[in-house]
């Protein structure tokens, strides 16, 4: 790469010299001439005379100041320099785009036939030329013309407050937001649509008209989306006081999208995954994924908008707080057991995976060269783990105070997360000092417990330690403060009153040192312990069980998290085993107690099924490999089979009695429903290792009445290798390949394929007329699916796996770096495996790294991972 990208640092952030309080923005819509013409009003703020404006792909044709042609300017290719500015003017800078060449999906795009934008991060320097950062916030007057019989609708922000007719078929229409804004919330939308409406009362009385746009003909896949945007606006008024603030609310479900959606303000643009459901084309999943992403881009409007980020390493000020209040969201609507324990497994997967990788960094991030990488799992899942600790220490009196206080400072600003945790710490009275660390410290901290009962004394010690491991951006760690949540249990199922210099303490314990001891009195037998329950910090937790204790959680803890924790904790100490046996060309086993265990979890008359689904699925060989170093993925997969099939034969009578008793004649989405059919394809999953899985697996599809259904048998016949998958996957493919978004599960299935010729089989799939390496949805669902989901495969020692991910991300890399840049992760990780991996990835990265054209965004990573 000739010309390096150069890194940003937080610590050199300054203010803008100037700022723009008004934008007025008109679209001229072409597909591939679009006139854009920005009128602004600017003030100095600083002392230099010299305005830079960022911009790049667009061609600059005019330029203004107080209405006079200005020449004093120079433009490279990504700043427009205008020198010589008085304190306060008026600029008018009119560009040409060409929205049909834009494959990077980011400023003004083609999606199908529709236009649309895609501006965070920094994607309105596509458009025009603008201070394009979060601390500038402006109010946006715009108006949309376009060709009115292929573009009925012309969407912006905010309120439409005008319209009209013009020659030559075309129209226009004004829109208004009154709420200040960064560039990067700015959303246009125009097209050909169907729409669903509906409208919501706030708890002041307002009226708010509610306004999903589809593609045609997918009207009747909307419905579930407006009843969860309904249920979050309804439950963001309930549970924090947040009510919203606009006249009208739109959701418009496009196809071509690299993010899941985008919270632009009053017009939220989704992928439509994201939308579009109904039992025929979306799986359980899919309506609880949709549940949470709408809820998450609803509650940004106060989370994000109306008090936006400083600047873009305070991403998490963002991100993490609204993953938080959407998690919360769906655990109050639906179950906080199953939630918590899938948010976990996300953390202790590929977010841990991340903290241990090259590309390691903390929540707010120090360091930036390409914006778009640090749209992380730190940022968002990490980071709301950071939230959930601050509402642990607080307790929810405590924390609704802390946001109704930040929402008083902060509301219309760009604020920074110090602002966020100050708010709490005024509002509480809580010293935050010491747990600001979680903020600026990368890695993951390994947590080692180790207890001793004192039986004259009575007493019980509980001893911690902390550390965490060096990273590439951080040598040296400091001690952070870790809320650990804690239960004693009497061997006859009691709960141990927890006294500490003869005082009563709650359940969690304030872990601040590298090492600290807490004694529980008037402990009258030894206890069995219950540790990090809720999953209370994101750290590695060491703290050797006995078996019959772990039993006794699975089976007696009031927790419902912890008695999930505890047969994990099980199934990780024969995972290891069988691992190593398998390393070591031994026999591997696992005790009929394990096995009694789960079978007793299974035929449990007070769990409820969804719960007892979780339970009995298995940690995914992605976390497992998490746990080595270096990483045998052939050994993790055939313990993890082993494992399945040992339950499988042990409870077959009991999981097919299970399944059968659970068939449902009607698809219904309640939470209930829901949880039955977890359990039913969790037994089914396990059978079809058995004797009976052909015929079993065949029926179901045969029968299925919904796409739950359908897919867990297809999901089952692709992981176990049945006879019957070859058939299921032509019979599904000729159903559906009308329509891609049910063909990214069908697309998921060939990536996820363990079969040796798996890589063969994808390279085939990649000329079905339903793939599109420049849809992200299909190459997420095929490619990324083969790179980070089927690691035998893609990590096979011939380097075949490496070697098409390269072809793969130097295609992307020209067309849309942004997916490209989240594909390469696995590879950034080569350093977990043996020498034989590590080389031939080396030589990949190697090929990668020598493009002249590499992208900021993969440049970035690959470098990191090469230094490391």
Avoid at 67 to 94: A, C, K, M, R
Avoid at 241 to 266: H, P, S, T
Avoid at 450 to 477: M, V
């Amino acid at each position: 790469m000739t010309n390096q990208p150069q890194a940003k640092y937080r610590k050199d952030y300054t203010a803008p010299e100037f700022t723009i309080t008004d934008i007025d923005l008109t679209f001229d819509l072409y597909d591939e001439e679009t006139k854009v013409t920005a009128v602004s009003k600017v003030l100095k703020q600083g002392n230099s005379t010299t305005l830079t404006l960022e911009g790049e792909h667009m061609a600059l044709a005019g330029l203004q100041i107080n209405g006079e042609d200005w020449s004093d300017y120079e433009v490279t290719s990504t700043q427009l320099h205008i020198h010589q500015l008085p304190n306060e003017f008026e600029l008018t800078v009119v560009t040409d785009i060409n929205p049909s060449a834009n494959t990077a999906l980011e400023g003004l795009y083609k999606s199908g036939g529709a236009f649309c934008t895609q501006c965070e991060a920094e994607g309105f320097r596509r458009i025009t030329y603008f201070l394009d950062r979060p601390d500038v916030l402006a109010k946006y007057t715009t108006t949309v013309i376009a060709d009115k019989a292929a573009n009925p609708f012309l969407l912006s922000n905010g309120n439409r407050i005008d319209e009209g007719e013009l020659e030559n078929g075309r129209h226009w229409v004004k829109w208004s937001d009154p709420h200040p804004k960064p560039s990067y919330l700015f959303a246009l939308v125009a097209g050909q649509f169907d729409v669903l409406r509906d409208k919501f009362v706030t708890k002041s009385g307002r009226n708010v008209e509610l306004e999903i746009y589809v593609d045609q003909g997918n009207l009747d896949r909307a419905p579930h989306a407006m009843t969860s945007l309904i249920n979050a606006m309804k439950w963001d008024e309930e549970r924090f006081g947040l009510e919203y603030d606009l006249d009208i609310y739109m959701i418009v479900a496009v196809d071509f999208f690299n993010m899941g959606a985008m919270e632009n303000k009053g017009l939220n643009i989704f992928n439509s995954k994201y939308v579009l459901a109904n039992d025929q084309t979306a799986t359980d999943t899919d309506y609880l994924g949709i549940e949470a992403v709408i809820g998450h881009e609803y509650f940004h409007n106060w989370t994000g908008n109306r008090i936006t980020c400083r600047d873009w390493f305070q991403l998490s000020l963002k991100e993490g707080l609204t993953v938080f209040r959407d998690q919360e969201f769906s655990s109050d609507l639906g179950s906080r057991a199953v939630n918590r324990i899938n948010n976990v497994r996300i953390i202790r997967g590929p977010q841990f995976a991340e903290d241990a990788s090259p590309m390691s960094h903390p929540i707010r991030p120090d360091k930036v060269i390409e914006m778009n990488n640090f749209y992380t799992l730190t940022v968002y899942e990490k980071g709301s783990e950071v939230i959930r600790m601050i509402h642990t220490l607080l307790g929810e009196e405590g924390f609704q105070k802390g946001m109704k206080l930040y929402v008083e400072r902060h509301d219309g600003t760009a604020a920074t997360c110090d602002d966020f945790v100050a708010a709490m710490e005024d509002a509480s009275g809580v010293d935050l000092t010491q747990f600001r660390l979680w903020y600026s410290q990368s890695g993951t901290p390994v947590v080692t417990a180790n207890t001793a009962y004192d039986a004259a004394a009575k007493t019980f010690t509980l001893t911690l330690s902390q550390k965490t491991e060096p990273t590439l951006d951080q040598p040296n760690k400091q001690v952070l403060h870790i809320p650990m949540n804690v239960e004693l249990y009497s061997p006859d199922g009691e709960v141990i009153p927890m006294i500490i210099e003869g005082k009563a303490v709650g359940n969690v314990l304030d872990f601040t040192q590298d090492t600290q001891q807490f004694v529980f009195e008037n402990v009258e037998q030894e206890p069995i312990l219950s540790l990090l329950r809720e999953f209370s910090a994101p750290v590695k937790l060491g703290y050797h069980s006995k078996d019959e204790d772990l039993v006794f959680l699975m089976n007696q803890a009031q927790n419902e998290f912890a008695r999930w924790d505890a047969g994990q904790t099980l199934l990780a100490k024969y995972l290891r085993q069988n691992i190593a046996a398998c390393q070591a060309n031994d026999e591997m086993a696992l005790p009929q107690s394990v096995l009694d265990a789960f079978k007793g979890i299974l035929l449990s008359e007070s769990l409820e099924p969804a719960f007892i689904a979780e339970m009995l699925t298995l940690p995914s060989q992605n976390e497992v490999a998490g746990w080595f170093k270096p990483v045998d993925v052939d050994a993790i997969a055939k313990a993890l089979g082993f494992i399945k099939r040992t339950i499988a034969a042990e409870l077959v009578d009991e999981l097919t009695a299970m399944y059968h008793s659970l068939k449902q004649d009607k698809y219904s989405i309640e939470h209930a429903a829901i949880g039955q059919r977890a359990l039913r394809n969790v037994c089914l999953s396990y059978l079809a290792v058995t004797d009976e899985g052909e015929s079993l697996v065949s029926a179901q599809y045969e029968s299925a009445n919904n796409m739950t259904d359908t897919m867990a048998a297809m999901s089952a016949a692709n992981q176990a290798q049945l006879g019957c998958r070859e058939s299921l996957m032509k019979d599904f493919s000729d159903k559906w390949s009308h329509d891609g978004l049910v063909m990214d599960k069908w697309f998921m299935l060939q990536g996820t394929n363990p079969a040796d010729n798996a890589l063969d089989v994808i390279k085939q799939t990649m000329s079905h007329p339903t793939f599109s390496l420049k849809n992200p949805n299909r190459t997420r669902s095929l490619i990324g699916a083969f790179f980070a989901q089927n690691p035998v495969n893609f990590h096979a020692i011939d380097g075949s796996g490496y070697q098409f991910a390269s072809e793969i991300l130097v295609t992307l890399n020209e067309s849309n770096p942004q997916v490209a840049s989240r594909l390469i992760d696995p590879l950034l990780k080569y350093r977990q495996y043996d020498d034989t991996r590590q080389n031939l990835i080396r030589v990949e990265l190697e090929k990668l790294a020598g493009l002249d054209n590499l992208a900021k965004d993969l440049y970035e990573k690959i470098n990191k991972a090469l230094e490391a």
